[in-house]
């Protein structure tokens, strides 16, 4: 059974860093894409970043491209997003996401908010 536990939310000012971690078990985490979206009240939720199988390759939203930096680490099935120059807008909850060959499994979130 896929289970995936976020952790590493919180309050904190703008200009301000959090890292977020993602526990992957249940299934193979090195052959799998991770990614890491989220969704702001109101809002719907969005793609942030996205990292392949072996951590080659990313991408990321326009809205955090230079800020934000997805990284995996395979041997701890591990998956973080490091999160620099936060801002307001960046006020969310964060759920790790695992592409899974046609399915995908949702942690159950992290709320990251941004504020003075």
């Known amino acids: 059974q896929v289970h995936l536990v976020e952790s590493g939310g919180g309050l904190v000012q703008p200009g301000g860093s959090l890292r977020l971690s993602c526990a992957a078990s249940?299934?193979?985490?090195?052959?799998?894409?991770m990614s890491w979206y989220r969704q702001a009240p109101g809002k719907e939720r969005e793609l942030v970043a996205r990292?392949?199988?072996?951590?080659?390759?990313?991408n990321y939203a326009d809205s955090v491209k230079g800020r934000f930096t997805i990284s995996r680490d395979n041997a701890k099935n591990t998956v973080y997003l490091q999160m620099n120059s936060l801002k307001p807008e960046d006020t969310a909850v964060y759920y790790c996401y695992a592409t899974y060959f046609t399915l995908g499994y949702w942690g159950q979130g992290t709320q990251v908010t941004v504020s003075s």
């Open positions: 990292i392949t199988s072996a951590g080659g390759n990313t």
């Open positions: 249940g299934f193979t985490f090195s052959r799998h894409p």
